[in-house]
Every structure is written in C-alpha cells, then in structure tokens.
C-alpha cells in the first residue's frame, strides 16, 4: 500500500472509528483513546500465501489491505489470486495527544508490521499486524459541528466527529496528537460466488 493509501485509510479509520472526545475525558494526561472494531470487506485476492496465512486483498475503489488470517479458519488452501472474496478481520486505533518523542518527529509517519495477540476483547489469538503510525495536529475545533480538524504528516486534513462536545475544550489548537492504527488478524474469509 502506498503512503497515500495508507493516509487515507488511516484517516478513514479515524472517522469510521468515531474517535470520540468522550474517551478522552476519561482518561488521565496526556489525553488518550482507544477504540477497536470488526471490519467486513468484499474484494479481489492479490497475493496469498498458504505458509504464513497472509493474505493481500483489493477492494472496490483500489485501495489494498493485507493481513494474516487466523489458524481457525478452515479452507484457507480454497483460496487463489483473483477470487472474490468476503473478510472480517480487527482493526484498532489509538490517539494520544501529547508531544512526540524524537524518534516521531524524525518519521512522523511510519509503517510497521510485527507479530502480536489479537485485539483485547477478542478471543486469544496470534498473527501478523500491520501498524501505521502518524503525528497530527489539530488544526481547527468547531462546536456546533462537534468536529475536530486535523492536519497529517503529508499536510492532509481530515475532519473527524466528537461525540461529546462538552470535551472540546479540552482540546486546542496546535496539540499535537499520535495515532496508531493496526489492521489484524483476519477472523475469516469466504470465498463468494461467482455471477
């Protein structure tokens, strides 16, 4: 996945993951949040391989995602390039506003991909995470719109919703928030029927 892609799923997972303020209130500085979902997607197979169960999906409006499927699901070895297929599989995002270390502001945006355990709250599991790590700054908070707008590394801005907008003064303009996004282990995988 390119740079791009990965900025644009990144903050596509912000709002669909409806980072709220409301967490943030909750939470002892720095101000932090995080939040975990269960994902369905219909797409093409790019690449798979049946050793390490990692799985490269296309989805309708081009954009790419690879994960590892989970050892429970049964058939992997049915799947080939170029099927159609459905996935459910975890991702998570979390958000800290706070200073970035030297390391962040030396690569505000990175991509990683490490072996670690399913999502808290899932059944115990083990696979191939993909993690995108960026620095944001908020760049505008608007009250009535219950919305926070920040600006990415590559100078894109995204607009997300805030659930409880007695929060937002809790946020300013300027502070610098860090955010992790991890796409996980895929719970399953269907292969659909052809038309």
Same mark, same amino acid.
């Given at each position: 996945?390119?740079?791009?892609?990965?900025?644009?799923?990144?903050? @596509?997972?912000? @709002?669909?993951? $409806?980072?709220?303020?409301?967490?943030?209130?909750?939470?002892?500085?720095?101000?932090? @949040?995080?939040?975990?979902?269960?994902?369905?997607?219909?797409?093409?197979?790019?690449?798979? %391989?049946?050793?390490?169960?990692?799985?490269?999906?296309?989805?309708?409006? $081009? /954009?790419?995602?690879?994960?590892?499927? %989970?050892?429970?699901?049964?058939?992997? /070895?049915?799947?080939? +390039? $170029?099927?159609? +297929? #459905?996935?459910?599989?975890?991702?998570? *995002?979390?958000? &800290?506003?706070?200073?970035?270390? &030297?390391?962040?502001?030396? #690569?505000?945006?990175?991509?990683?991909?490490?072996?670690?355990?399913?999502?808290?709250?899932?059944?115990?599991?083990? !696979?191939?995470?993909?993690?995108?790590?960026?620095?944001?700054?908020?760049?505008?908070?608007?009250?009535?719109?219950?919305?926070?707008? +920040?600006? !990415?590394?590559? $100078?894109?801005?995204?607009?997300?919703?805030? @659930?409880?907008?007695? /929060?937002?003064?809790?946020?300013? *303009?300027?502070? #610098? +928030?860090?955010?992790?996004?991890?796409?996980?282990?895929?719970?399953?995988?269907?292969?659909?029927?052809?038309?």
């Amino acid at each position: 996945m390119t740079a791009a892609a990965f900025h644009r799923s990144l903050f @596509a997972a912000v @709002a669909a993951l $409806g980072l709220a303020a409301s967490a943030f209130a909750q939470a002892k500085p720095p101000l932090s @949040a995080e939040h975990a979902a269960l994902v369905s997607v219909t797409a093409k197979v790019q690449a798979i %391989d049946q050793t390490t169960r990692e799985v490269t999906l296309k989805g309708p409006l $081009g /954009n790419m995602v690879t994960f590892t499927v %989970d050892k429970r699901v049964a058939r992997l /070895n049915e799947i080939k +390039v $170029g099927d159609d +297929v #459905t996935a459910d599989y975890y991702v998570s *995002i979390a958000a &800290e506003v706070r200073p970035p270390t &030297e390391a962040e502001k030396a #690569t505000p945006m990175a991509v990683l991909k490490e072996t670690a355990k399913a999502p808290a709250g899932t059944e115990p599991a083990a !696979g191939v995470l993909h993690i995108t790590k960026a620095v944001v700054t908020i760049e505008g908070l608007d009250r009535p719109t219950k919305t926070v707008t +920040v600006m !990415g590394p590559k $100078g894109n801005l995204a607009t997300i919703e805030i @659930a409880d907008v007695a /929060n937002l003064p809790k946020l300013k *303009i300027g502070d #610098t +928030v860090v955010i992790t996004y991890t796409e996980a282990l895929a719970i399953s995988l269907q292969k659909r029927a052809a038309k």
